[in-house]
């Protein structure tokens, strides 16, 4: 049955994936306002499914207006403050440097100073040449579930996007992946709205796996070799210029994504939730060379600043 009403949305109302997600959205918040244990609990609730419907019908990003995150039974089990003057080689690794789509990535565009980490993306003359430089950074250590969270100002201008990402050892291999059970790439926030009509302050957040049984044409994104969920694009506080946290709570059952400790949307897309230990990635993207060819090489300059990397996961029991 729910299939058939995905279907209807999607053929008849014309819905893409992201305005889908934001549809079952509201079905979730339709649920919460009849078990609201307050008057403004309630209202809030009302007040929330108006504004999501709003920004489904009109596409453009979409308030959190969840849960409120609560770590109770969480650890901290790892945290970066980049309080020192270099990188902390002992947690992090300069990830896959060189060339990267139109341009590279490079450990000489990543600056640890001031208690902030910063990757510039800018055209230079580096270590691997002449051309557009980003950064990209991965911790040693991978996880399984838990609470992930990075609090950080995304770059402007757009081009070169900020990124705070899982990535499994083989999530777009649907022999390996077996639909995001076998892993996935849980894209936390990709800052890629500037200058988007309606998006302009907002992050996207995105499930990317392989193998996933259901799978039909219009209701997910096919890339060919893997299939992904776009979850939606929602509204931060002038995240180019102030500090926003970013959260992905990963449980057995589900994903559930937070900005500023406040529910975006939550989600099981594939055949269920990564079983598997995933790295943490923390980037400023680089993308192919059409889109590198509308920046000004001599004007653009955009920096992605992170305050903090955090990461909790269950109290063991007792």
């Given at each position: 049955m ?13 819905l ?37 419907f ?19 039974g ?6 970066d ?29 990543v ?9 510039t ?14 950064g ?85 994104i ?10 939606g ?49 923390v ?36």
């Amino acid at each position: 049955m729910l299939e058939l009403v995905q279907k209807f949305l999607v053929e008849i109302l014309k819905l893409c994936p992201r305005q889908m997600m934001g549809m079952e959205t509201i079905g979730v918040r339709l649920a919460q306002i009849f078990d609201a244990d307050s008057i403004r609990r309630f209202i809030a609730g009302i007040l929330a499914v108006f504004q999501l419907f709003f920004a489904v019908i009109f596409d453009v990003g979409y308030e959190p207006s969840g849960q409120e995150l609560d770590l109770t039974g969480y650890e901290l089990v790892f945290e970066d403050e980049f309080n020192g003057d270099s990188l902390d080689t002992t947690a992090w690794k300069y990830c896959n440097s060189g060339p990267r789509r139109g341009g590279f990535r490079a450990p000489s565009s990543v600056k640890i100073a001031d208690g902030t980490c910063t990757i510039t993306g800018e055209y230079r003359d580096g270590e691997y040449g002449e051309g557009w430089y980003g950064g990209d950074l991965a911790l040693l250590k991978w996880y399984n579930k838990g609470y992930f969270e990075i609090r950080c100002k995304v770059s402007a201008g757009g081009g070169l996007w900020s990124a705070f990402w899982l990535m499994a050892a083989h999530p777009y291999e649907a022999e390996y992946s077996k639909g995001g059970i076998g892993g996935a790439e849980i894209d936390i926030m990709e800052a890629a709205g500037w200058g988007r009509d309606g998006w302009e302050n907002a992050v996207v957040q995105t499930i990317h796996c392989a193998g996933v049984e259901g799978w039909y044409e219009g209701l997910y994104i096919d890339r060919e070799d893997f299939d992904s969920r776009e979850l939606g694009y929602y509204n931060g506080n002038d995240i180019y210029n102030e500090y926003n946290t970013y959260g992905l709570e990963w449980t057995e059952d589900e994903y559930i994504f937070y900005i500023n400790g406040v529910e975006t949307c939550r989600t099981s897309f594939g055949n269920g939730t990564s079983q598997v230990a995933e790295e943490v990635r923390v980037s400023l993207e680089v993308p192919d060379a059409e889109a590198l060819s509308q920046l000004d090489k001599e004007t653009y300059h955009s920096e992605f600043v992170v305050d903090y990397v955090r990461i909790y996961q269950e109290k063991p029991a007792a």
